[in-house]
């Protein structure tokens, strides 16, 4: 669909956190710190969840700008320093470095880069501090620079410059004394891509670095003991906030892994943010980091997929701010209404079910049919009066709210879509809310795009020639079977949707049987790709557990499903896979004409609500 | 230097003379041998035909084709998925090459990836600094063909995005960052690297209407662009010549000065020409870092319909 764009401020546009002000990030920030308070304690920690979960804001709100005006106290007093560590994709992951893999530079080049990015961040952080005590707080900074900084980097290969011939000039004051020490990280973070460039075209031979080489354990750890130690410093750990530590290389991740192993996390806390394509939790010294042993760990989406009311608050929440400090007075629900015609006839069947449980009532209570059977038989009743079937409305902010799929992006990016085209149809006029057609137009769009439609014109014709066991499966072919599975399990779940099941709304899949190596490859790429979730479930004989992989509510409305519950999971096997991978169509004309029960055996799933 | 037609090429009349080197890569599109086509080829001393060979399956025999017009061609192993071994490859393919103080080397820079394209453009000015080095590109005259306006597209997805061999800036920690973006038709790859790289400022370029019938692929480029908006709305906006290097490059050194103090990333998806003046501004101002968004997937059966016009592009420009 095309999109109207008009230019003003959107209240649910992406905002980076880092750029907020504490004031902003604060009015917006929703404390979430009771669903993951591991974060907030001293020890190093991982916290896991896709982009968009809301990682970065976390880590913004533990900054002591955020912290001094959220605790109104002091900086003395805070209970950590946290020092913010962004670690954007090709800041450290420079390809030139892919020429040291498998060499013993590797590890030690690599360690020193990040000790510089990560000492230049903490000196940001100290420069901006409201830093009290005059001469003195001046004077011991200069005493701990001089030796704990200077004095080690020159006994690292440091040779000083002009620029630096003298001792930290002992009347600046401390925030000039700290600006300076960034300065030098930073122009020795330079020298290491200056090194690395001459990489860029050698096959062969590695020119030789003469350069600093700084660690963990004989710079920056006992430089970060040392600012600790200050008198006007907190007197509590400092919490290194690594955002995003996918965007490490493989050196560098072993590297950080090292860090988190030696045990320094009542004092130097490691705060490790990922995306969920960590590279390895192997150390350079071949041990390997795991949880509880080494940190705690915090996954966002089993949390919020576990307790999905608390994310529908949550949602709640946050979107109630975005659009307070917009200046909407609505509330979340009023901003984003339901299609009132709709569930009005809806609530007429939910009436009807419960009327007829007493008599032909399966669940265990008329409420349980009524959630169970009421949508689902709404839209198979428009499919039965108009070919498409498609006229189910997707609006409503709770909708929303469970196509997101546990994460508050996809609320909010389809949101800033929706609010563009009001605004724009509005052509000049003022925003009151989003019209339920509006809503529903772009939700779908999303999801259209999100499947790729243009897969069926290009790949029609064209049958997956794959066999079960038939070894490495090339990744262009991994990507059209990828989308073949997907439409064939979403055509599944529609039918099921349709059915006269006791279960109707389905949306994950089990193996029954041993699925091989490369149908796996299929759904850890669509897992990648964020079309799955992988979750676990008791196996079907009972002897232990089994994945269950969830398909993203977010293609609920590409594939008209009911978005608001799946209570079921069906299980699978390996050839019945390959069946709707190898050729999606004639595998749906077979699950419609023999129905989805005998192709498949369903079972309830406890872990979610109904 | 300049436009020219493609078929320019036969009479002589666009490049004159003896070409010492040909330097083409292939592709599942048929521009890849839109040059070749009407090239001289008899006139063409020494060749190297480049190739990805993790996509030969997709190139529908166009690698025979081309090669077919260079008998005797050096062949290269190029990788999409590794920038190191397509690296490697045109390296050494060009340190078999010794030409004449006075040489002519044609490269036709239509079908390389903009990656390789970059690479390839270090490596060629190390190699022949006195050399006359001519870079050529036929245009397009449909993109995505067959397609209505609001549903072209030529790539989905980003794969990876890595920073390009060769030109890795020189970034400060400390510092925030700009990412300025050509724009092309992917409107969803700069989507995912707005949202990969959280930068502080993004710029957006879109290539101004240029000659005859470039302003056809104008419209869904824009469509893609007020998505953007919608989603990041504090973009800044310029606007770009896509066909000419050198004005290109000096629009991106404005508008890299206009913000001082930040780290720049610069993604060039727009024309393999504007993907030149990308270069050229990175290799001028070594602060600044290309990055390149690898697509999950290309509209490799409707990518393109070779054009006629050439433009034909030097350094000494």
Redesign the interface.
Known sequence: M????A????PF??K?P??LEAAEALRLFVDVFTDFYKIREPGHSMLNGP??SGK?MMFRFLQPDCQLLARNSTFQDLPFLGVLV?I????L????L??LEDRHAAAVLNEHFLC??VA??V??TLSRAPIEGGSVARKEVGEVLRHQFYGVLERSGWQRGRRESKDPDSTSDASHLFNAA?AL??RL??EV??Y??RL??E?TSLPPYTGALCGYLDFLYPLLEALREMSFMPKKPIYLLMDDADYLNLSQTMVLNSWISTRTGRTVSLKVSTQLKYKTYSTLGGMRISSPHDYSEVNISDIYTSHRGKYLGRVEEIVRKRLLLAGFEKSPREFFPRDEEQEGRIATIEEQLRADWPQKGRGFRASDDVVRYARPIFISRLKGRRKAGSTYSYAGFEQLVHISSGLIRYFL?PA??M???EEALAGGGEVGFIRPRIQNEVIRAVAD?LM?S?FDR?FADDQIDLGPGTGEVDR?LM?QSLHNLIKSLGGVFHQKLLSQDSERRVFSVAFSDRPDPDLMQVFQLGIE?GYFQRSSIGNKDGTGRTPLYVLTRRLAPHFTLDPTGFAGYLFVTNERMWEAVRDPNAFLRKVKKRGVKHMFEERQLRLFDA | MGRARVHDLGGGRALPGVVDLFIGSVSYEDRCMSVARWLKTSEVRLSIIAENMNHV??HRGNGERLRGYFPGCMAVNLDTAS??RT??GL??ALDEVDLPEDGKVVVDITTFTHEALLILF??VR?RFRRVQVIYAYASAREYAYGLAV??K?LS??VED??????Y???????R??HLIVLVGFEH?RIGEL???????LVSLGYGEPGPRGTSDHIPSAI?GF??L??????ANEFSFPCFDPIATKEVLKGTTARHPKY?V?IAALNTKLSTLGAALAAIEN?EV?L?YAQA??Y?I?RYSLPGDDLYLFSCAD
């Open positions: 095309k999109i109207e764009i230019d003003s401020t959107n546009s992406v980076t880092e750029d982009r968009g970065s962004s954007k994709n090709t800041d992951k420079l390809t030139e892919q020429r510089m990015y230049s961040r000196f940001l960034k990280c930073d973070y330079a891509i200056n690395v460039k860029a075209f096959a990016e800033a879509l609010y563009s085209e795009e790729m243009e290009i262009e990507k790709f | 399956e997709f920038p190191l690296a490697d390296r050494a270090q490596l190390r609001e549903e597209w989905r997805g995005v890595r920073s390009v061999l060769g890795p800036g020189t970034f400060r920690p400390s925030k960052l969803e707005i949202s990969q790289y959280e930068p502080s469509l007020g998505r908006k919608a989603l990041y709305g504090g780290n990333i070594e870092q990055c999950v997937l509209n059966r």
